[in-house]
């Protein structure tokens, strides 16, 4: 999904101009909580070929995870999307770029997430930094040189370690055939930390490999 949303990079870059959307609290959609994505960027990399952005995948970089998205969850099912809203101004995409890599996936968190969030943009983005900003990465996963084996029970502990005041339920793992995709983490509408349900998915098999930072 990433590697098509990347591809629209040159029209969200013609949006930038626009007016902040959102400035008004808006009625949020029904959910339970937040699921904060974290695209482990090789794996990401290793599958956009030409659609990858230089700034996630390119060789000397060494990015290891970043933030797809945070995510309105509901406990049984995912949760509610594409709200309505207009684009996020310029102003936000630049302060988000560091956390979120590209201008078009910023654009389409917000539209088809963010905007169910009955928060405003810049309440959203702001969401997203202080959720990503709380987790801790584990040291191993920080810039691996090495192609690494894991299994989702390794990697959940490991976050888990990283994250002592997380409940260890807090923490789920996806999977893109045999490769590391995402950690997942989720929180509760005040960004506290909870246990995750089961529409978080959880990659089952029993070990994965964990690609190499570039």
Request: charged share 15%.
């Amino acid at each position: 999904m990433r590697s098509s949303i990347v591809s629209v990079l040159a029209i969200g870059a013609l949006l930038y101009g626009l007016p902040l959307s959102g400035a008004k609290k808006k009625k949020a959609a029904d959910f339970d909580y937040y699921l904060l994505a974290l695209s482990w960027a090789p794996d990401f990399c290793a599958t956009a070929g030409s659609n990858g952005n230089a700034a996630e995948c390119g060789v000397g970089r060494k990015v290891a995870f970043v933030v797809h998205g945070l995510w309105p969850q509901g406990n049984g099912s995912r949760g509610p999307q594409d709200c309505g809203g207009s684009p996020v101004s310029n102003a936000i995409v630049q302060s988000m770029l560091s956390y979120i890599p590209t201008a078009g996936l910023i654009q389409h968190e917000w539209s088809t997430h963010g905007t169910c969030s009955g928060l405003s943009a810049a309440d959203y983005f702001a969401a997203v930094r202080k959720a990503r900003d709380s987790v801790t990465i584990p040291a191993e996963f920080k810039a691996p040189a090495q192609l690494m084996q894991r299994s989702s029970r390794q990697i959940v502990e490991a976050f888990a370690q990283a994250n002592p005041a997380f409940p260890r339920a807090a923490f789920r793992v996806s999977c893109r055939s045999d490769m590391l995709q995402e950690a997942r983490i989720c929180f509760d509408k005040d960004l506290s930390p909870r246990a995750c349900t089961s529409s978080a998915g959880e990659c089952t098999l029993p070990t994965m490999q964990v690609l190499p930072v570039r």
